[in-house]
């Protein structure tokens, strides 16, 4: 605690005395060390006193001015440490002296770029709620704090393409970045370092603190991503949109949607309209499916790229197709209609590969995919074609590659494509569970990258433990420690840590049927997950980890956002926020929906 001595005369927490603070006209600030000068002769003793300047302050205003100055002198430390961060940055220079209060007049001040006005108001739109401030969001050509917050463009700055450096002073604070994609990943930091308060979508009651220092941050690895599964259970556009929040939260920048399976086919083709009308009807347990029509999907496209997140579409073949083959039985290789399917199974359905309509049909659904999706990746899946083998399962891909590559895009699929032939830039995701993969191996001296996704410590739909109530454990039982403790560097055996593009944490849905399941699920292991694809290796340290995962409990709890108080992290047993607590977010259960920021 800070704690100030009362003397003869009265000094600030660095030694200047009172009466040399120099208060700033304009600027409602002082300048320690500089006396303040009158510059009004003294009336003689019959003189009436002088008429204050136009530029000079009333005494109303000095006095506020004073008020506002002791304020920040008497208060506290800041409540969070600056290293008090998930995931943990590059490099932390605490400053104890530097805290800044943000005050209820600060105004965001940004680069012209539109871009980089684009994330200023975000953040403002970000601490609006729970602050109550007006933050109005302005440009500059070279943008200062000026006792609130600046978002500086420099491309000169050498922080990488999705680096930043924050800069908190007793003066405001400085977000610099050679990329938008960084100066949102550095208010993503900013947002941490604040109360947990700041999560309220109400205004309360609050000293909005951030801890005095420097932060200068970038990521281990450019590819930092999460799955999740339409397919089996579908998901309305609002619950995806939710799941991007929780990904850009934790600097994650890219979503895998996985849009067709055997239950369920979820993305409208415009050429063969009945993958929707009557392969998008079925899920898992009979219920009444879905689909995103083409303008569903650039609505979940725009609002993910908006937070830096590339989505990345998985098209399922040749097997997993057996919405497809209902909808369009010539492509079943017996040209026979299957039922309808909607249990857990895998590995009976495959599209023909025989059959030249086979490849008409993938060149229009890509195609279709791909004009909808401005990102690099298109993944084609590629995993349980049990019933397609040998040279016909690896000549079917290497077609399928080929058209991946004459849409422009980057093929990804599943491991079991690694026997094909190589073709430039391929990335194979590895799903396995004991990190030896000679096949996988060989793929990547042949040229292919890895995504990282081990089952049994990526896969997010095991569950946590025997007595999880949904989830599986066929990879075995995940906790939050199983989740974090491992290298995504080194992880499979033989592969170098530079052929390694990132991870991937994927959400299956057989057992999954709502959004607060999908939230049960993801935290508090995406923030796991997310810290090994950001944080420098020598960073890892589970004791330190789960500290500072323990802090994000009270700010999930202000958003109303469902997750598993996992026993192995020391979650905080009393209020965060003593004051105005808005009654529509939850205490204990964890469970309620509403209320959460947007990012």
């Not at 410590?457 to 095991?462: E, G, K, T």
């Not at 033989?494 to 994927?506: D, K, R, S």
Request: hydrophobic fraction near 40%.
């Amino acid at each position: 605690m800070r704690t100030i001595t009362h003397t003869a005369e009265r000094r600030t927490l660095d030694g200047t005395p009172a009466s040399e603070l120099h208060f700033c006209h304009n600027r409602r600030e002082y300048t320690p060390g500089v006396a303040a000068v009158s510059t009004t002769p003294s009336p003689g003793p019959t003189a009436l006193p002088a008429p204050l300047s136009a530029g000079e302050p009333d005494a109303a205003t000095l006095a506020s001015t004073a008020e506002q100055t002791a304020g920040a002198l008497l208060a506290p430390a800041a409540p969070h440490r600056l290293a008090d961060v998930v995931p943990a940055p590059q490099q932390v220079q605490p400053d104890p002296t530097a805290d800044w209060t943000l005050p209820a007049e600060a105004v965001i001040v940004s680069s012209a770029d539109p871009a980089a006005l684009a994330v200023a108001e975000q953040l403002a739109q970000l601490l609006r709620p729970a602050t109550g401030y007006p933050l109005p969001v302005t440009d500059a050509t070279t943008p200062e704090p000026a006792g609130g917050i600046a978002l500086v463009l420099d491309g000169s700055a050498d922080l990488g393409a999705e680096g930043y450096r924050l800069d908190i002073a007793t003066d405001g604070v400085n977000v610099t970045a050679s990329t938008a994609a960084g100066l949102f990943h550095g208010i993503q930091t900013l947002r941490q370092l604040l109360p947990a308060a700041i999560e309220s979508s109400t205004p309360v009651t609050e000293r909005w603190v951030l801890p005095g220092g420097t932060i200068t941050d970038a990521p281990r690895f450019p590819y930092r991503g999460a799955m999740l599964d339409v397919a089996r259970h579908f998901f309305a556009v609002e619950d995806v949109l939710r799941v991007v929040d929780h990904l850009a939260r934790y600097k994650l920048n890219h979503l895998h949607l996985h849009l067709t399976d055997d239950q369920g086919w979820r993305i409208a083709v415009d050429s063969w309209p009945k993958l929707t009308s009557i392969g998008g009807t079925t899920e898992v347990g009979g219920g009444p499916g879905g689909h995103y029509t083409k303008a569903d999907y650039a609505r979940i496209v725009s609002y993910a790229a908006a937070r830096h997140i590339t989505v990345v579409p998985e098209i399922d073949l040749p097997g997993h197709t057996n919405s497809a083959l209902v909808a369009y039985p010539e492509l079943a290789p017996d040209k026979i209609a299957p039922p309808p399917y909607t249990g857990t199974e895998v590995g009976f359905s495959y599209v023909d590969p025989a059959d030249e309509r086979t490849y008409d049909f993938v060149a229009d659904v890509l195609g279709e995919v791909a004009a909808l999706t401005p990102g690099p990746w298109l993944h084609i899946g590629g995993d349980e074609a049990f019933k397609v083998k040998g040279e016909v399962y690896t000549g079917f891909v290497e077609r399928v590659q080929r058209i991946v590559a004459d849409l422009g895009k980057t093929v990804v699929g599943w491991h079991q494509l690694a026997p094909a032939a190589h073709l430039d830039g391929r990335v194979l995701q590895w799903w396995g569970t004991n990190g030896e993969d000679p096949t996988t191996v060989d793929a990547v001296r042949r040229g292919a990258r890895l995504i990282v996704s081990p089952g049994n410590h990526a896969y997010l739909d095991m569950k946590y433990a025997p007595d999880t109530p949904i989830g599986h454990d066929w990879a075995g039982l995940i906790d939050v420690r199983k989740a974090y403790d491992w290298d995504p560097g080194t992880h499979v055996a033989g592969v170098p840590t530079e052929a390694v593009l990132g991870v991937e944490a994927p959400l299956w849905t057989e057992s999954v049927i709502s959004l607060a399941d999908i939230e049960l699920l993801l935290l508090p292991r995406l923030p796991a997950i997310a810290e090994l694809g950001w944080s420098p290796r020598a960073s890892h340290d589970w004791a330190d980890f789960r500290d500072r995962l323990a802090g994000q409990g009270p700010r999930w709890t202000t958003a109303g956002i469902t997750f598993h108080r996992a026993p192995e992290i020391h979650w905080p047993t009393t209020p965060i926020i003593p004051t105005q607590p808005n009654p529509a977010v939850p205490s204990q259960d964890n469970t309620t929906r509403e209320g959460a920021n947007r990012i």
